[in-house]
Nanobody, 113 residues
């Protein structure tokens, strides 16, 4: 089970941290990722982190977002800084590749003045 939280409404230039609690899965053995689905668009990969904490970012968020994980608490994080209107989307977590876990409901992030 993947439960994302922490979304909300923020002004352009603001910051937000979203979290994804993973239950019933051996979290520490999987490379994980954050995805987002903007209104009317396809879901896209935002950032990923391997089991040894190597991170990769989409060009659109590089330098602004930071992904991290806590294997003890089975939680994935995404720190988002310098948010832009274009970052508005529902944010989800899941595996980076392979057979995906069942998608959770995600958390809505809205960037607007």
């Amino acid at each position: 089970q993947l439960q994302a939280s922490g979304g909300g409404l923020v002004e352009p230039g603001g910051s937000l941290r979203v979290s994804c609690k993973v239950r019933g899965i051996n979290f520490k053995i999987y490379d994980m990722a954050w995805y987002r689905q903007p209104p009317g668009k396809e879901r896209e990969l935002v950032a990923s982190i391997t089991t040894d904490h190597t991170t990769i970012y989409a060009d659109s968020v590089k330098g602004r977002f930071s992904i991290s994980r806590d294997n003890v608490w089975r939680t994935l994080y995404l720190q988002m800084n310098s948010l832009e209107v274009e970052d508005t989307a529902v944010y989800y977590c899941n595996r980076r590749a392979g057979d995906m876990f069942q998608w959770g409901q995600g958390t809505q992030v809205t960037v607007s003045s």
